[in-house]
């Protein structure tokens, strides 16, 4: 069974860092295409940031310079460090597993379970 678990949510000043862990399981993250999406209240679902199974990352313009996704192979993890962190960036993130590239978004068929960030001072 396919499972992602994310972790590493929290409260966290403006301007303060916090990195989220996406853990997969019954899967190998490098034959996937992993996406971190995230959605505030009363606001759609929007893509963040994006790895390829081939190592290819891509970030939507806001979060440009400051976010960093990243992989362990060995851990069968996917980070997403987020520097400089803006009251704007609020939201629940999720990870998300595709057996197809970063901007088809269709074919994200596995999901974890969200965990909350809140950047408020």
């Known amino acids: 069974q396919l499972q992602l678990v994310e972790s590493g949510g929290g409260v966290v000043q403006p301007g303060g860092s916090l990195r989220l862990s996406c853990a997969a399981s019954?899967?190998?993250?490098?034959?996937?295409?992993i996406g971190w999406f995230r959605q505030a209240p009363g606001k759609e679902r929007e893509g963040v940031s994006c790895?390829?199974?081939?190592?290819?990352?891509t970030n939507t313009d806001s979060v440009k310079g400051r976010f960093t996704i990243s992989r362990d192979n060995a851990k069968n993890t996917v980070y997403l460090q987020m520097n400089s962190l803006k009251p704007e960036d609020t939201a629940v993130y999720y990870c998300?597993?595709?057996?197809?590239?970063?901007?088809?978004?269709?074919?994200?068929?596995?999901w974890g379970q969200g965990t909350q960030v809140t950047v408020s001072s």
């Open positions: 998300a597993a595709s057996a197809y590239g970063c901007g088809y978004y269709q074919g994200y068929k596995y």
């Open positions: 019954g899967f190998t993250v490098t034959y996937y295409t």
């Open positions: 790895m390829s199974s081939s190592g290819v990352s």
